[in-house]
């Protein structure tokens, strides 16, 4: 089955303590992106991969790092967590010239 | 700037009512503009899209949305709403860089 997946799905997290948060796609896109969603802000893009090795800003980068070393996988790092990091997290991907398909979500909690 | 405004933030409405939820956009160039739904627990999931062409596109679901371009406007309808529809619905734009509008929260009622 063609999907995004992403892991874990629920994370509860300490101020400062690095996580990294998963997520793989089955369907050889080359364009992958990371948002949050934030009650009354929408979805707000961190960061987004054009290819292996290719990665750049979205509009809220500040605080989270990337890596495209493969294309299936782009994880999301925090390297030192804060509690305004509290959200839910969406990875997507998709082929040239189409939309983009969304994972389940991952629920952060910083305290 | 890219910038995407949804101007109705919740709406309720009664199953088979007609539904018209507001989406402009400011984008200097060529537009790719869509709309997804998120029902409740669960990712967004693509209603429609505009890349070029009829500026009347059609959905899934019974949705669809109109591209004015002289109005930057990007608006989604369905000529009779069902329970099942309430969601929230985002609109967006982009193409590498994307940018979304804070959603509308629709709750139907039975």
């Given at each position: 089955?063609?999907?995004?997946?992403?892991?874990?799905?629920?994370?509860?997290?300490?101020?400062?303590?690095?996580?990294?948060?998963?997520?793989?796609?089955?369907?050889?896109?080359?364009?992958?992106?990371?948002y949050?969603q934030?009650?009354?802000l929408g979805l707000r893009?961190?960061?987004?991969?054009?290819?292996?090795?290719?990665?750049?800003?979205?509009?809220?980068?500040?605080?989270?790092?990337?890596?495209?070393?493969?294309?299936?996988?782009?994880?999301?790092?925090?390297?030192?967590?804060?509690?305004?990091?509290?959200?839910?997290?969406f990875?997507?991907?998709?082929?040239?010239?189409?939309?983009q398909?969304f994972?389940?979500?991952?629920?952060?909690?910083?305290? | 700037?890219?910038?995407v405004?949804q101007?109705?933030h919740?709406?309720?409405?009664?199953?088979?009512?007609?539904?018209?939820l507001?989406c402009?956009?400011?984008?200097?160039?060529?537009?790719?503009l869509f709309w997804y739904v998120q029902?409740?627990?669960?990712h967004l999931q693509l209603l429609?899209?505009?890349?070029?062409?009829?500026?009347?596109?059609?959905?899934?679901?019974?949705?669809?949305?109109?591209?004015?371009?002289?109005?930057?406007?990007f608006?989604l309808?369905?000529?009779?709403?069902?329970?099942?529809?309430?969601a929230e619905y985002f609109c967006g734009l982009g193409?590498?860089?994307y940018i979304f509008g804070t959603g509308t929260r629709l709750?139907?009622?039975?």
């Open positions: 089955e063609a999907q995004v997946t992403q892991n874990p799905r629920y994370l509860i997290t300490v101020t400062g303590k690095k996580l990294t948060v998963t997520c793989s796609q089955n369907m050889n896109h080359e364009y992958m992106s990371w949050r934030d009650p009354g893009q961190i960061y987004y991969s054009m290819n292996v090795e290719v990665t750049d800003k979205g509009d809220v980068p500040e605080g989270y790092k990337v890596s495209r070393k493969e294309k299936r996988n782009f994880p999301l790092i925090l390297e030192s967590p804060s509690p305004n990091q509290t959200s839910l997290y990875c997507a991907s998709r082929p040239p010239g189409e939309t398909y994972g389940p979500g991952t629920r952060l909690l910083v305290l | 700037a890219q910038s405004s101007h109705n919740h709406v309720i409405l009664s199953e088979a009512a007609s539904l018209e507001g402009n956009y400011s984008y200097g160039g060529t537009v790719n029902y409740p627990g669960q429609l899209k505009y890349f070029s062409g009829d500026p009347l596109v059609k959905g899934i679901k019974g949705f669809e949305a109109e591209f004015i371009k002289s109005k930057f406007s608006n309808r369905k000529p009779s709403v069902q329970w099942s529809d309430t193409t590498y860089k709750k139907v009622l039975a």
